[in-house]
C-alpha cells in the first residue's frame, strides 16, 4: 500500500477503517492465490521430474533388453535417471511445495480472522494487528526458506571429518599403547 493511499485512509471514520480492512482482505486475497500457484506448480514439477525419471529407467530398460535401441541411446536413457534425481534433491522442490502450502494456509487463516472475527466495526488497532501478524508470518516464512530451502554446493562437499561406527570405542593412536 503506498504511503498517499495509506494517509488518506487513516483516521477515526469508519468507512476509512472499512476500506482499509477491505484492502487487506484484497492483498491477502492476492498473497493466497500466488501462493497457491506457486505450491501447485512446484509440486507438479517435483511430480514430473520423477515420472521422467522413472520414464527414462523404463525406455532405457526396455530398449536395452530388447536390442531395438543403440547403446549409446540406452546409456543416455541409463543417466538420465539419476540426473533427474540429483536435480530434484538439489532444487528440493517438494520441501519448497510445502512451504508455499504452509504459507498459503496461514494467510488464509489471517483472512478468516479478519472476515470472521474482528468486531462488525474494526477499530484501527484491530486491521494493524492483523498486519503486523502478516509482516511475522514473512519475516518466520523467509528466515525458513534461507535455512533450509535456498540452493546451496554444502552437500556436494566432501567431509573430511573423521568418521566412526555409532557406540565404537574411539580409535587410539598406534603409539599410544
Known amino acids: 500500500m503506498g ?22 482482505k484484497s492483498e491477502l486475497e492476492g498473497s493466497i492465490h500466488h ?27 526396455i530398449g536395452g533388453l530388447s536390442e531395438q535401441i543403440g547403446t549409446k541411446v540406452v546409456g543416455l536413457f541409463a543417466l538420465l535417471p539419476g540426473l533427474l534425481a540429483v536435480f530434484s534433491t538439489t532444487m528440493k522442490f517438494q520441501a519448497k511445495a510445502n512451504q508455499y502450502y504452509r504459507r498459503k494456509d ?11 472475527e474482528l468486531p462488525v466495526s474494526p477499530t484501527e488497532a484491530d486491521i494493524a494487528s492483523i498486519s503486523q501478524q ?17 540452493f546451496d554446493w554444502s552437500h556436494f562437499t566432501v567431509d573430511k571429518a573423521p568418521r566412526t561406527e555409532v557406540g565404537a570405542p574411539p580409535i587410539k593412536p598406534a603409539n599410544s599403547l
Not at 36 to 54: C, E, F, P
Request: aromatic share 6%; hydrophobic share 40%.
Open 35 to 61: 501462493y497457491r500457484r506457486l505450491a501447485k506448480n512446484t509440486y507438479r514439477m517435483n511430480v514430473g521430474i520423477m515420472v521422467l525419471a522413472v520414464g527414462c529407467s523404463l525406455v532405457g530398460g
Open 3 to 24: 504511503d498517499a493511499e495509506t494517509r488518506t485512509i487513516v483516521g477515526d471514520d469508519p468507512q476509512k477503517i472499512q476500506r482499509r480492512a477491505e484492502l487487506l
Open 134 to 150: 502478516w509482516g511475522e508470518l514473512n519475516n518466520r516464512m523467509n528466515d525458513e526458506w534461507e535455512r533450509s530451502l535456498q
Open 106 to 116: 496461514a494467510l488464509k487463516a489471517l483472512r478468516h480472522r479478519l472476515i470472521f
